[in-house]
């Protein structure tokens, strides 16, 4: 993936650099992240038309792997370790 596309990622909706297939899985990812917010039924269609049963459940897995992950680490005080830097782009701060 290039940088100029990891840099699009939190503007998926708009970006030229995502096919639907890819919208639909961030906007899922994000669904699924976000407090308060749902995977709705309509978006649940949708990720149906892209991918099997089987890939759902894998990408559902995988969100929640790295919800859980980034919870874990915050609670914990476990600061990133550098392995995932994008130039040009600033790390979100982390809360106190």
């Not at 099997?52 to 874990?72: G, M, P």
Request: aromatic share 8%; proline share 3%; with cysteine.
């Amino acid at each position: 993936m290039s940088i100029e596309k990891i840099q699009d990622v939190a503007r998926f909706r708009e970006s030229r650099r995502f096919d639907e297939t890819e919208r639909v899985a961030l906007e899922f990812a994000e669904k699924m992240t976000l407090t308060g917010e749902r995977v709705s039924d309509e978006l649940f269609a949708r990720a149906r038309a892209h991918f099997s049963e089987a890939q759902v459940v894998e990408l559902a897995a995988a969100v929640a792997l790295e919800n859980f992950r980034s919870k874990f680490n915050v609670a914990l005080g476990i600061e990133a370790q550098g392995f995932c830097v994008v130039p040009g782009m600033s790390s979100p701060a982390l809360p106190r």
